[in-house]
């Protein structure tokens, strides 16, 4: 299960770049696989998905590595966050081969780091990460989590802000965070962060939903620290300068 | 600044692989500096400081870097979460540089992520990241909000969670997320993840204390539907197998 960090070749690890060389099948998302054409030789054999298959992905690259087939499970940032690596750990026990074979979960750099390096530096105080798409997570839960991060002024990372069916989960997060996040709290929207169509935008939450977002973005909102340092937004950590 | 992700070259990317090699000062903590040595060639200048000189070895990279020179400020694991990037941006705001230098924030594999890739999955669903250093931050705040991501369920990952001095902030944690999450939740420590000295050890959240944990450990307590699988934890994401 390889992390393959946002897309770009310079921010793949080494230690992911040697699995993806090593190994004779390659399956992921379709978008993700795409990033990779470089890397993908003529003797490999690439299973690619669309984006509601991960559990039908996830049994094929099983299936290929019952067969004796070295098989890497690609996901887009870190594997371990919202990524496939849960899902086929899951999986390979149900299979009764969690045992039997390799099995290694290699990092890679996560969408919420990415997205924070963009942005200057909001991350540096305690954060909570929460994705706003209810196809998995009952939406009831997704608010209550909302309300308690904000209630603990965190740093809050949203992954999955929208999709094309899903548009107002922001909205209603956005007014969860201003019942205890004040309007002019700085936000920041990074889509596609270190990609080609890279775009970067820093408001605050009273003007957040002006900006466009979608599946490939991911929001930040600050703790009631957070403020603007020229193009940058920084949470300082306490030292006194 | 530059983030180096857990220490082994496996795991550095190769975008801050090239800022280290072209920079002509590199500033870091002893430790950190000393996991990079292969890459400090004699023409370079380095600085090393020790745990607590952040604001002195920050001054002296804007320094540095204010006398014309390409300096990389280095942060193990990202320099956006706990690391110098905040630091380094108000200072280089309060020395009016942030807009005549070139400055950029080059991220890494954060330390909660190769931790979670050494146990497994365990960081599957919604999570919070909460330093127990008190140093910089009230203890209050910290117990605060220790309570709120427990009660809200959250996968908790604790950076900072002992130093030599600081030793019972982590029985402290202990209790209040007890008053939330059941005793048998699973949990893991991994100590110098990726590093030389790996080790990596799970448990629950009634034996957590039995284990040793120093400022090198990164500890993860799961929501209430972690579990283990095989040798590893996994946070179920809700897909139906």
């Known amino acids: 299960m390889v992390g393959t960090g946002p897309g770009d070749a310079a921010d793949l690890s080494p230690r992911a770049l040697q699995a993806l060389q090593e190994a004779r099948v390659i399956v992921g998302y379709k978008t993700y696989i795409q990033l990779l054409a470089p890397l993908l030789t003529p003797e490999k054999e690439v299973i690619s998905t669309g984006m509601t298959g991960e559990v039908d992905r996830c049994r ?55 997205a924070a390096a963009r942005l200057g530096a909001p991350l540096m105080h305690d954060f909570v990460v929460i994705s706003l798409s209810d196809l998995l997570t009952p939406w009831d839960l997704i608010e209550k989590r909302l309300a308690l991060a904000a209630a603990g002024d965190f740093v809050i990372v949203l992954y999955n802000p929208a999709s094309h ?59 009631r620290e957070t403020r603007r340092a020229g193009r940058f937004l920084v949470t300082p950590r306490g030292y006194r300068l």
Chains 1, 2 share one sequence.
């Open 60 to 114: 094929q690259a099983i299936d290929r590595a019952r067969a004796g087939n070295s098989v890497a499970l690609v996901s887009s940032g870190d594997p371990g966050v919202y990524g496939m690596a849960g899902l086929a750990l899951e999986l390979l026990e149900q299979e009764g081969l969690l045992e039997t074979l390799a099995v290694e979960i290699i990092p890679g750099i996560t969408s919420a780091t990415a």
């Open 165 to 223: 069916k899903r548009t107002g989960q922001l909205a209603r997060a956005r007014e969860i965070m201003l019942q205890h996040k004040r309007p002019d709290t700085p936000a920041g929207i990074v889509r596609n962060a270190y990609r080609a169509e890279e775009s970067v935008t820093v408001t605050n939450l009273e003007h957040l939903l002006e900006c466009p977002v979608d599946m490939l973005s991911i929001v930040i909102i600050g703790n």
